[in-house]
C-alpha cells in the first residue's frame, strides 16, 4: 500500500482481555515504532524495530505490552489483561533508514483502543 | 530527559490571520525538531522540520525557524486556511535513543 496500515481502527475490550493490534508499514521500510497516544495528549514511545529485532523497548509500560515483528514487515502489539488506562489510541511509524531516520516517521491512522 | 513544551490550545482564528503556535524544548543532545500535524481522522505527517541552529523548515506556507539561543522552533503561517485546522506537534529527535519527543499539541481551529 502507499502508507502505513493498522487494523483494527476501532477496538472495545472489557477489563481483563487480550488484544492484538496490528501494523503494515511501508513496503521496504526497515524501522517501525510504536507509540501510545492518550486523550489530549503528544503520541508517547513504546518500542522500536529495526528489521525483525526489537532493539528498544524502553516505553512499554509494562509487562503486559508486547510487540513482534518476526519477519521485519508486520508487526503485532499485544496487550494482555487490558486495564483501563490503557485506553488509548496506539499509533505505529515506520522509515525507511535505520534509527530513527532523522526523525522522519511515516505514521499511521492510529487504533483506537477503548477498555470498559 | 528530553521534553518538548507547547502553547495549549485551542487556538481559534479567523480566516486569512497570521498564526503563531509556540514550541520550546529541552534536550540532552543536539536535536532535530520538527512540526507535525494530524488532521481530522487522518495519522500524523511530517509538516516541516530543522536540523541545526538557525535552519529555517517551511511548508505549505508554514515556517519555523530553530533558535539555539531561546531552545524554540515557534511555527508560523501568515494567511491561515479553513483547511489548516488539525492538530499541530512539535517533536525533537536526538538520534541517542531512536524516538521522536513529542508535546502535547495545539489545536488550531480557523473559522470563516
Known amino acids: 500500500g502507499a502508507g502505513v496500515s493498522q487494523s483494527p481502527r476501532y477496538k472495545v475490550a472489557k477489563r481483563g482481555q487480550d488484544v492484538a493490534l496490528r501494523c503494515d508499514p511501508i513496503s521496504g521500510h526497515v524501522s517501525l515504532f510504536w507509540y501510545q497516544q492518550a486523550l489530549g495528549q503528544g503520541p508517547e514511545f513504546l518500542t522500536y524495530f529495526q528489521n525483525e529485532a526489537q532493539l528498544d523497548k524502553s516505553g512499554l509500560p509494562s509487562d503486559r505490552f508486547f510487540a513482534e515483528r518476526p519477519e521485519g514487515s508486520v508487526s503485532t502489539l499485544k496487550i494482555q489483561r487490558t486495564q483501563q488506562e490503557d485506553s488509548a489510541v496506539y499509533l505505529c511509524?515506520?522509515?525507511?533508514?535505520?534509527?530513527?531516520?532523522?526523525?522522519?516517521?511515516?505514521f499511521g491512522p492510529g487504533t483506537r483502543l477503548t477498555v470498559l | 530527559g528530553d521534553s518538548v513544551t507547547q502553547m495549549e490550545g485551542p487556538v481559534t482564528l479567523s480566516e486569512e490571520a497570521f498564526l503563531t503556535i509556540n514550541c520550546t524544548y529541552t534536550?540532552?543532545?543536539?536535536?532535530?525538531l520538527f512540526w507535525y500535524v494530524q488532521y481530522p481522522g487522518e495519522g500524523l505527517q511530517l509538516l516541516l522540520k530543522?536540523?541545526?541552529?538557525?535552519d529555517k523548515g517551511s511548508n505549505k506556507g508554514f515556517e519555523a525557524t530553530y533558535r539555539k539561543e531561546t531552545t524554540s522552533f515557534h511555527l508560523e503561517k501568515g494567511s491561515v486556511q479553513v483547511s489548516d485546522s488539525a492538530v499541530y506537534f512539535c517533536a525533537l529527535y536526538t538520534g541517542t535513543a531512536s524516538k521522536l519527543t513529542f508535546g502535547t499539541g495545539t489545536r488550531l481551529q480557523v473559522t470563516l
Open positions: 530543522a536540523t541545526k541552529a538557525d
Open positions: 534536550a540532552t543532545g543536539y536535536p532535530s
Open positions: 511509524a515506520s522509515s525507511l533508514r535505520t534509527g530513527g531516520a532523522g526523525g522522519e516517521q511515516f
